[in-house]
């Protein structure tokens, strides 16, 4: 079954501890992408990968890395996480840029 | 700049009744695609459609349909015989086509609330 695949899906965690969200694509797409969604703020990207070993910025990057090491995978980490980072995060993928994009069924994160 | 509005926050209506979601977008760039997409209750995102700026062709797919309108910037939604099942928020979303980084431009969102 082609999906995107995220881990874990819930996670309730503490300032500073460095934790990493994976993302996980069946479908061959070049591109990937993290949104966060925050009530108010709607949906918001904080980083994108054309391809391997490209990753870029979004409009909301403070505080987060990502690698794109693999096609497959493009995992998001949080270095040392905050109460501000406290959100519902998507993982996304898609053939290109520009295309659909097919969406991970989200990790909520709490940060105490 | 680019944006996305949907002007109906929420949206209630009774089982079988036909349903407009509206969606507005503003973009200087000739080239650009437009998505729906369906977020149940349970919260996951779910593609719908994607057109791009030069197929103006409405689309039905079962009780969906879409209308495009450059003339307007709009890209309106309407479920035919609504479903208890449609429950959900609808976003409507919009890429760029200059300098695309692929980047979904999320309207707010329309709450559809289904009722029996």
């Known amino acids: 079954e082609a999906q995107v695949t995220q881990n874990p899906r819930y996670l309730i965690t503490v300032t500073g501890k460095k934790l990493t969200v994976t993302c996980s694509q069946n479908m061959n797409h070049e591109y990937m992408s993290w949104y966060r969604q925050d009530p108010g703020l709607g949906l918001r990207q904080i980083y994108y990968s054309m391809n391997v070993e490209v990753t870029d910025k979004g409009d909301v990057p403070e505080g987060y890395k990502v690698s794109r090491k693999e096609k497959r995978n493009f995992p998001l980490i949080l270095e040392s996480p905050s109460p501000n980072q406290t959100s519902l995060y998507f993982c996304a993928s898609s053939l290109f840029a520009g295309n659909e994009q097919y969406f991970g069924p989200g990790t909520r994160l709490t940060v105490t | ?116």
Do not use: M
């Open chain 2, 1 to 116: 700049a680019q944006k996305v509005t949907q002007a109906q926050t929420e949206i209630s209506v009774v089982e079988k009744e036909d349903v407009t979601l509206d969606c507005v977008y503003e973009t200087r760039d000739t080239t650009y695609y437009l998505f729906w997409y369906k977020q149940p209750p349970s919260g996951e995102l779910v593609f719908l459609i994607r057109r791009n700026s030069f197929d103006e062709q409405n689309e039905i797919s079962g009780r969906y349909s879409w209308n495009f309108q450059k003339s307007t910037s709009s890209f309106n939604f309407t479920i035919t015989a609504s479903q208890v099942v449609d429950s959900a928020v609808y976003f409507c979303a919009l890429i760029h086509g200059s300098g695309n980084t692929g980047k979904l431009i999320f309207g707010q969102g329309t709450t559809l609330q289904v009722k029996p």
